[in-house]
């Protein structure tokens, strides 16, 4: 514990690729439906390498730049740690060792995907994907209480932007750069509010 702030030390950033290839082969060995409610869990609360906010700020970069989103957070948070080298290390945890299981996963789909029970149980697991994406969400609001557009204009962002995807059918390209930039340019004024 720290005496001056009274807030446990958070865990160093690994300064070595290894620890990079296996913490996002572990997260991407439990990311069944996705890996976002896994890489919070695992980068946030398991490992402390980001705090929540820190993360929230990633993962917002990583939806904004193109390819999977996943995939952009091990590439600008290994490239951080390690440079390139860090970079090729968490993006080859993500994939290899999924990309095997796939290939073993497909395999067996082809023996026995014309039975009852196995159509049955992926079309259960769909309500599982739901609440783990429900979940995710949940924890990566949280930091939005202490957001410099204040918690009820990032609701009304964000009810914006689902309104927008889910009801009005809007692109996702023009949501990001008309809300986000919206968000951007209001965040921006408020925090040149809070430094005057």
Not at 91 to 117: E, F, K, M, N, R
Not at 153 to 175: D, H, N, Q
Request: hydrophobic letters at 55%; a positive charge.
């Amino acid at each position: 514990m720290s005496t001056l702030t009274n807030q446990p030390e958070r865990p160093a950033l690994p300064r070595h690729p290894a620890p990079l290839f296996w913490a996002f082969s572990w997260m991407a060995l439990q990311g069944f439906g996705g890996v976002l409610t896994v890489a919070q869990r695992e980068l946030v609360e398991r490992r402390g390498w980001f705090t929540h906010e820190e993360f929230l700020e990633d993962w917002a970069l990583a939806q904004v730049l193109p390819g999977p989103n996943v995939c952009n957070l091990a590439v600008v948070f290994g490239g951080r740690c390690c440079g390139w080298r860090g970079a090729a290390a968490a993006l080859l945890g993500l994939l290899t060792l999924p990309l095997l299981l796939l290939l073993v996963l497909l395999l067996a789909y082809q023996q026995w995907a014309s039975l009852a029970p196995v159509a049955g149980a992926l079309r259960g697991m769909m309500a599982v994907v739901v609440g783990l994406i429900a979940g995710a969400c949940l924890k990566l609001a949280r930091p939005l209480l202490k957001h410099p557009m204040g918690p009820l204009w990032c609701a009304a962002v964000a009810g914006a932007a689902l309104l927008a995807i889910a009801w009005w059918r809007v692109p996702l390209v023009a949501c990001v750069f008309g809300l986000g930039g919206l968000a951007c340019v209001w965040t921006g004024w408020r925090l040149k509010q809070g430094a005057a």
